[in-house]
């Protein structure tokens, strides 16, 4: 088996969709950032890279390569996914926790983890989503995510 941890944080940003998890949070402002912003997969995407050993998020979907611009962060995820099946592993759970003083988490959670057992194919029972307020963590107004996740050897 093997342990991953991803972090990541983006600032706000007026006028820009909002996405955490792969799903459209309606909001005045979004994330900034080279991508769609979604700071959730991006954790994500990490920590199953880190598990891997494998090069991070920013080594490989470099923000000055004009192919990310924009893009959708599923994609990040699903690149990280393919290497971690072919280096024969399958995930076994994940825990995530959103820093965010708003929009609140907790209307949006059950659509985020759908989505999230979607883009991952596993069940939502293996996939926790917890919301904190930022409380002095960071000076900057934005979200940030921090994520564990477990592979295990494909059988
Ligand atoms: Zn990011």
Redesign the pocket.
Same mark, same amino acid.
């Given at each position: 088996m093997r342990v991953g941890f991803g972090f990541? @944080?983006?600032e706000f940003e007026e006028g820009k969709p909002l996405m955490l998890g792969g799903v459209r949070i309606e909001s005045p402002y979004g994330?900034k950032?080279h991508?769609d912003?979604?700071?959730l997969?991006?954790?994500i995407t990490d920590a199953i890279l880190g598990a891997l050993g494998a090069p991070d998020?920013g080594e490989l979907f470099s923000d000055e390569d004009d192919r990310w611009k924009g893009a959708p @962060?599923e994609l990040f995820l699903e690149e990280a996914i393919k290497r971690m099946r072919e280096r024969g592993y399958r995930l076994i759970n994940l825990d995530c926790v959103l820093i965010a003083d708003r929009p609140k988490i907790a209307p949006h959670k059950s659509k985020i983890r759908k989505r999230l057992s979607e883009l991952l194919g596993i069940e939502e029972s293996r996939i926790s989503l917890k919301g904190k307020r930022r409380e002095g963590f960071c000076e900057s107004e934005g979200i940030a995510c921090m994520c564990v996740v477990l592979l295990g050897e494909e059988r």
């Amino acid at each position: 088996m093997r342990v991953g941890f991803g972090f990541d @944080s983006h600032e706000f940003e007026e006028g820009k969709p909002l996405m955490l998890g792969g799903v459209r949070i309606e909001s005045p402002y979004g994330l900034k950032g080279h991508s769609d912003g979604d700071v959730l997969l991006h954790a994500i995407t990490d920590a199953i890279l880190g598990a891997l050993g494998a090069p991070d998020i920013g080594e490989l979907f470099s923000d000055e390569d004009d192919r990310w611009k924009g893009a959708p @962060s599923e994609l990040f995820l699903e690149e990280a996914i393919k290497r971690m099946r072919e280096r024969g592993y399958r995930l076994i759970n994940l825990d995530c926790v959103l820093i965010a003083d708003r929009p609140k988490i907790a209307p949006h959670k059950s659509k985020i983890r759908k989505r999230l057992s979607e883009l991952l194919g596993i069940e939502e029972s293996r996939i926790s989503l917890k919301g904190k307020r930022r409380e002095g963590f960071c000076e900057s107004e934005g979200i940030a995510c921090m994520c564990v996740v477990l592979l295990g050897e494909e059988r």
